[in-house]
Structure formats: structure tokens, C-alpha cells
């Protein structure tokens, strides 16, 4: 799958390298998650009987983001996580639009005229709620009408799960307090965090329970603060594993920034600078403040018992 950046307005040369009949997915796509590949897949499927190229057309960063609206407090899937993931799907372009306060105020025409009719996309596909332009004022319908005869437009319906709409919003949420089954369900995959092992507090190791500390290589999506079963991916070989994601409040007062600590199960080995991701699997519980020390290592030794049991029944 080959990326590429464009900037708007679309500069002459851009056009003339990347313009030919391709089917395109149109949308933020932050997540991934089943609607989304339902719109993606989509967009492939079409581009395969078309012998043309699929490709998926996204912004970063994130519109709210930028504009600074609602609350938005990260991505679920950071740039390098979107373009494996669209890889793994089949997509054979990504076009990454650099969303600004300048491509906020572009109306829908101008987006479509200056934007997408040069690449010339035969066909866009977006969700049932596909909005563009300034203040959200394009819709599927506008964008149909504004491709005129050279650009086709198919809409994909609400991907469901038991009468529900699967949504990033939804996802986030789920996240938030600590609803990992349905987290994980609606992305049809495991939430992950990706990071650098770095050196920690080594409190750890002197309990027993040696962990890798993990320093996030992006801004993701903070999961409720809580101990994990997880499944950590190093040098390709996964690895079971608990994490606690929060403050340890057994040991500190007032601090904020969560911290990531992952003990992995039956593993010996300096991971000291090297990368690992980590497959959140299921919430065990959240994090509290123990009386002591001794009280803080035996529920971290109940703690591995369930995410070992939940990761042999997973």
C-alpha cells in the first residue's frame, strides 16, 4: 500500500501523479472499527471487479482536533496503526489530506472540484453519515450532485450489532470505563497500545513482578484507569501478560499522567528500548490504593491467575 500526503489546495503536480480511475472510501475512519471496514471493504470489493485501484481518502490530524471541538482526547488508531490495518484490508492507496484551519473553511464545492475530481475517483463510497466541507454542510447527496456525471457516490448503511450502531463515539466510551468486550467487539479486533519499553520506577521487580513500562509512541485513546489481561506482540512472538494503566496510587499522591506497566507471564529478558504492542484482551478490575505492600502483592498474584485463565479461554 503506498501513502501519500496531500495539502490543499491539490498542487498541479500532485494531481498529475496520483490522477486515475480509482474507487475511493471517504471518511475520518478513527477506529477502524466494523463500520468502517464495512465502507472500506466495500470500496475494495468494488475496485477488484473493477480491475482499478482502491484507495481510502482520510485527514489528519483529527477535524476536532484541530478546531479544538468537543472532547476529543485522542486517536484509537494513530497514523502507523491506520495504514497497517488499511494494508491488511486490501487498500492500495491512502491519501492522508493535512486537515488545518484552511481546509476547515473550504466549502464542499471547492473540496470536491479542487480535491477529489483531479484524483479522478469513479467512485466514492461513504457511510450513511458522511459529512464534508465547512461546518459539516456536504452531505452523500451533495457529493453525488457535485461529481456530476465524472463521479458516482454509494452509500454504505449503519453497521449494527444487536440493533445498536457501531460507532468510534460508542468505542470511546467503552474504553472510558473500562467495557472491554464491547470495545472489542465493536472493532472486530483488540484495542492495542504501541510503545517504547523505557526505565521505570523497577518497583516492580523488587516484588516479585517484574514489568516493562511503556512509553506511548503516539497520542492514543487512554483506557480506564484498571489492570488488564493482555496480549503483548514482541519480535513477532506474543506474549500473555497483565498491565495496570493508571497512577499507582499505592505509592504516590497527586500524580495524573497514567503510567503503563505490563508484567508478562512465564518471561525472562531485558525488552529495555525495544518495541512492543500490547492486544488489550479484558478489564480485570480498577485500580485502587492497598493498605500495604503485601496486600498490593497478593491481589497482583490473584491478577495474573485471572488474566491467565482469561487468556487460555480467549
Not at 470489493?45 to 482499478?52: C, P
Not at 491506520?82 to 464545492?109: H, R, T
Not at 503485601?294 to 491478577?303: G, K
Request: aromatic share 8%; hydrophobic share 40%; charged share 25%.
Amino acid at each position: 500500500m503506498r501513502t501519500v500526503t496531500l495539502t490543499y489546495p491539490l498542487p498541479p503536480h500532485a494531481a498529475a501523479e496520483w490522477a486515475q480511475p480509482q474507487i475511493a472510501a471517504l471518511g475520518q475512519f478513527d477506529g477502524l472499527h466494523r463500520g468502517h471496514a464495512s465502507v472500506i471493504s466495500s470500496a475494495v470489493a468494488l475496485a477488484r471487479t473493477e480491475g482499478v485501484p482502491a484507495a481510502v481518502i482520510t485527514f489528519y490530524p483529527h477535524p476536532k482536533d484541530v478546531m479544538g471541538k468537543g472532547d476529543y482526547d485522542g486517536y484509537l488508531t494513530p497514523p502507523r496503526d491506520k495504514q497497517e490495518l488499511l494494508a491488511e484490508m486490501g487498500v492500495d492507496i491512502l491519501y492522508v489530506i493535512e486537515f488545518n484551519e484552511q481546509l476547515s473553511q473550504v466549502s464542499p464545492e471547492d473540496f470536491v472540484s479542487v480535491m477529489l475530481l483531479p484524483l479522478r475517483i469513479t467512485t466514492a463510497i461513504v457511510g450513511f453519515d458522511f459529512r464534508f466541507g465547512y461546518m459539516g454542510e456536504g452531505d452523500a447527496a451533495m457529493l453525488r450532485r457535485l461529481g456530476g456525471g465524472s463521479m458516482k457516490v454509494e452509500t454504505v448503511p449503519p453497521f449494527l450489532l444487536d440493533g445498536v450502531k457501531v460507532s468510534s463515539s460508542g468505542i470511546r466510551k467503552g474504553l472510558q470505563i473500562g467495557d472491554m468486550e464491547l470495545a472489542n467487539s465493536w472493532f472486530g479486533r483488540c484495542y492495542h497500545l504501541r510503545g517504547t519499553v523505557s526505565h521505570g520506577e523497577k518497583r516492580g521487580r523488587t516484588i516479585g513482578f517484574p514489568t516493562a513500562n511503556l512509553e506511548l509512541e503516539d497520542r492514543y485513546v487512554i483506557p480506564a484507569k484498571g489492570v488488564y489481561a493482555v496480549r503483548a506482540i514482541h519480535n513477532g512472538k506474543t506474549l500473555p501478560g497483565v498491565m495496570n494503566v493508571g497512577v499507582k496510587p499505592t505509592f504516590h499522591e497527586g500524580v495524573t499522567r497514567p503510567s503503563f506497566e505490563v508484567h508478562l507471564l512465564d518471561f525472562a529478558g531485558d525488552l529495555y528500548g525495544q518495541e512492543m504492542r500490547v492486544d488489550l484482551v479484558a478489564f480485570i478490575r480498577p485500580e485502587r490504593r492497598f493498605d500495604s505492600v503485601e496486600s498490593l502483592i497478593s491481589q497482583i498474584r490473584e491478577d495474573a491467575k485471572t488474566a491467565e485463565r482469561i487468556l487460555l479461554e480467549s
